[in-house]
Structures are given as structure tokens and as C-alpha cells.
């Protein structure tokens, strides 16, 4: 599979609607990003982040508690 497909196949979701997936504040996502924490693309002055990215981030957060 070309990796234009592959992108072509990919949701990418707004920085205000990941902090609200999230119910976090927007500058909250924008940090994340900016730290490597989540990976975006910039598509002009905003930037887009793959849904399956966020998703995985939240799986991968979960605490176990006793």
C-alpha cells in the first residue's frame, strides 16, 4: 500500500476537537504537541493530529489503581 493512500485513509482531527476527546484546554493539546507527546501535522498556522494517534495516547495512559 502507497503511503499516499495510507494518509488518504487517515482522520485527522483539530486541536480543539482532541481537547475536547480529551476534556482537556486546547493550550493543553498545543503543549502535548509541542513536547513530542502527541504527533501532529502542521497544516498552515494549525495543526492536525491523526485520530488513531489520540486514541492510542488514551489507551496507553490508563492507570491501574488498587
Excluded: N
Excluded at 38 to 62: K, M, N, W
Amino acid at each position: 500500500m502507497s503511503t499516499e493512500r495510507q494518509l488518504g485513509e487517515v482522520r485527522f482531527l483539530t486541536v480543539a476537537e482532541v481537547a475536547t476527546i480529551m476534556r482537556v484546554s486546547k493550550m493543553t493539546v498545543y503543549r502535548m504537541v509541542h513536547a513530542g507527546e502527541l504527533p501532529a501535522i502542521r497544516v498552515g498556522r494549525s495543526f492536525r493530529v491523526p485520530e488513531d494517534e489520540v486514541h492510542a495516547y488514551l489507551r496507553g495512559s490508563y492507570v491501574d489503581t488498587a
